[in-house]
């Protein structure tokens, strides 16, 4: 009677947890080593900026190795795990440059590391398709982003819960208390406090998208991020696409911000908001999109001790276009050559203009950017997946603006060659 008792527990509890009409991750897990995975993605990269105005040039230029290795969950109703996630680099040349977010600084002379290695590990536990991790996270949260532009990712060290349990609907929520940048050796070095996010997505259907997310950062900002999607399918396989995003942010009184226009320092506020619309049709695209900054205070991302991702917003290249006040407006074009007989290679183009920025000399300023470019990843053969990518980005602005709060005037080359190895 007791084991009858015991079954039937099981058998509800189970019951409850896949109340969903689509398979539970943990039920389908094939075990702790079975579903484990292995890589190691060798980078080499190139960062150079050629500044105007009588700003002395930066370049750097590095290699490294980025390994990561995850085990998979034991079977059962609470899946178990382990993983590790680290990179170890060296700089190529003299490169005393320390200021491209490449090259850790070794000391106040602006002298660089020859070599470094960071890292760290997870723990992880599901159950039916929720999942926590402790330890270091690459995150990809509209709020709290790790920076991923850079030769090695920004790591985040807390708690990160994701949950799936409604078919369309993912939650997260999670807590962190240490934020590593990409040019950093030490494992705290922006000093984060502790910041908790939380958020959900939800796939409507194949057409519509929405989601929000939000954090509260101590003694630096609370802000949230809305999104909303809509997919309209036209003739002969092309589409539009709307898109719509936007942000507001309250900050402490004990945050620092670069640009302000009130001096009560409990009532600083920001709202930034930017739609666009995409056309494709065959292997073309071509956006347009508007973006408009408001409110007594910038955007001001790196106040939240993050690496300067966190705005998932269109007008976003080597400018954020977040100046205080600030209107924008951008023309995109991408091409994939696989309708050209080169699978692989692709070009994306795009020019942005920005007006109405707020400074301490002028109320009128401005900043634009042509961006491109052109990615290659190797279809098959020994080599494949591996890929090299060439960015270049012509910036310019005001003087007020650069003088003010800005980088002045810039030609800027990024060059990433990646070779993926997967172990197992």
Avoid: C
């Amino acid at each position: 009677m007791q084991n009858t008792k015991k079954l039937a527990l099981a058998v509800l509890v189970q019951t409850a947890l896949i109340s969903t009409a689509f398979a539970s991750e943990q039920s389908e897990s094939k075990g702790f080593v079975e579903d484990a995975e292995g890589s190691v993605l060798f980078r080499t990269g190139y960062l150079t900026r050629d500044k105007k105005n009588g700003a002395a040039d930066t370049s750097s230029a590095a290699q490294t190795a980025m390994v990561k290795i995850e085990s998979g969950y034991t079977q059962g109703i609470v899946g178990f795990g382990v993983g590790v996630i680290g990179d170890g680099s060296f700089k190529l040349g003299e490169n005393k440059n320390a200021g491209n977010q490449m090259i850790p600084k070794y000391d106040n002379d602006g002298s660089t590391y020859d070599h470094w290695a960071r890292g760290g590990g997870i723990v992880k536990a599901r159950i039916s398709n929720t999942e926590v991790r402790y330890g270091t996270h690459v995150l990809d949260i509209p709020v709290l982003a790790s920076n991923t532009t850079r030769l090695v990712p920004e790591y985040f060290e807390g708690v990160l819960a994701t949950s799936r349990e409604i078919n369309g609907l993912e939650l997260t929520a999670g807590k962190f208390t240490k934020n590593q940048m990409s040019d950093q050796i030490s494992t705290d070095e922006n000093e984060l406090d502790r910041a908790v996010v939380w958020g959900a997505k939800y796939k409507f259907n194949d057409k519509v998208n929405a989601s929000y997310f939000g954090i509260d950062s101590k003694n630096a900002l609370e802000r949230h991020y809305v999104n909303a999607n809509y997919k309209q399918t036209l003739a002969n396989n092309s589409s539009l696409t709307y898109d719509f995003s936007g942000y507001h942010t309250k900050f402490d009184e004990e945050a620092e911000t670069y640009s302000q226009t009130t001096d009560d320092l409990s009532d600083r506020k920001n709202d930034i908001w930017a739609i666009s619309g995409t056309y494709n049709t065959g292997y073309h695209n071509v956006m347009l999109a508007y973006q408009q900054n408001s409110g007594n205070v910038g955007y001001d991302y790196g106040q939240n001790a993050d690496g300067f991702q966190s705005i998932y917003l269109p007008n976003s290249y080597l400018s954020d276009f977040n100046g205080r006040g600030e209107k924008s407006v951008q023309v995109q074009y991408s091409l994939d050559f696989a309708g050209y007989g080169v699978p692989g290679l692709s070009w994306t183009t795009a020019y942005v203009y920005g007006w109405d920025i707020d400074t301490a000399t002028d109320d009128n300023a401005k900043e634009s950017e042509l961006f491109n470019q052109v990615k290659y990843t190797v279809q098959s053969g020994f080599a494949k997946d591996a890929s090299l990518r060439l960015r270049y980005s012509h910036y310019r602005n005001d003087d007020a603006y650069a003088n003010d709060y800005y980088m002045p005037d810039t030609n800027e080359w990024r060059i990433w060659l990646d070779i993926p190895v997967k172990f197992f």
